[in-house]
């Protein structure tokens, strides 16, 4: 199958962008994939799209573009919308003028947190905070423009990019000698983009709609940091506080693990968090 991946410089884009050069062995069928980081192609410039579109004729587009910083986007709320709200509308627009499947990543922040068990696709969304309220009005503007696309959700991805996620976070803090501090009230499904990503291959070719793709199973931040340590092999040095502890401009919300079973139903169970993790960190130059 032939793959344009938008987004393709940041955490989960970024293992598209290694498929690009060296496909997955592990798939019977790898794709091609067409990976555009931003400087390539901007989402939200809709004669690029098209332009792009095409060019490569993809059979499927996977969206991994987005404004992920959720503190600065109570301030850039302007910048936020365009990337998380009018990119994907220019995407879906553009995919349904040419009959092409559109994957559309969102996020368990869609979600308040205050459920207390995990989440599945017909729960109502109630987002808190600019970049929870962008991401939700992105899923519903696609789902508008283009009824066949995907709309998957996925939750605490980590991976190899260039960018840093909470395992360089963790793993770096603790070589720098001091304690390391981390939520401990904070739940949710840590994932892995190298897994998230074979999922959004995999919906590629299934019934439009919602799915959640999260790594099975469900941990606190200071669990995720622990794993982490143990993974690595460093010693455990945290101090594990509440997240009002740390005065951060956006809410997040507490608890928000995501039920993956309906893309488990599809055939496409997703594996445990801490299987994922510790193949991750250990895989790693520095793990
Ligand atoms: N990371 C997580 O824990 C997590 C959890 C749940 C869901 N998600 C979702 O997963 C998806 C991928 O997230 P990620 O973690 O890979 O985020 P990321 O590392 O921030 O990557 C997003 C990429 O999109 C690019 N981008 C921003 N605006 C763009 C535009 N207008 N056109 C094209 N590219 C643009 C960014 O470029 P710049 O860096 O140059 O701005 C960045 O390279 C997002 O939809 C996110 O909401 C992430």
Known sequence: MRLLVTGAGGILGSAFARWASTPPH??????????FPRASLDIADAARVAASLDRIKPEAVIN??????????????????????????????????????????????????????????????????????????????????????????SSWIFGQSGKQDFVDWVIRGLRS??????????RGGPSWSEDVARALVHLCTQPAGIYHASNAGSCSRAEQAHAIAAAAGLEHRFEEVPASALKRLAPRPRNTPLDSGRIAASGHPMRPWDVALREYVQGRADG
């Open 26 to 35: 592990d798939l019977i069928h790898p794709p091609e994939v067409h990976a």
């Open 177 to 186: 000698g001091g304690l390391v501090r981390v939520i401990a009230d904070q």
């Open 64 to 153: 991994c573009a987005a404004f992920t910083n959720v503190d600065a986007a109570e301030r850039e709320t302007w910048a936020c919308r365009r990337a998380n709200v009018e990119g994907p509308r220019v995407l879906a627009e553009a995919c349904a003028a040419r009959r092409c499947r559109l994957v559309h990543v969102s996020t368990d922040y869609v979600f308040d947190g205050e459920k207390g068990s995990p989440y599945v696709e017909t729960d109502p969304p109630a987002p808190r905070g600019v970049y929870a309220m962008s991401k939700r009005e992105g899923e519903v503007a696609v789902l508008e423009a283009c009824p066949e696309a995907v709309v998957a959700r």
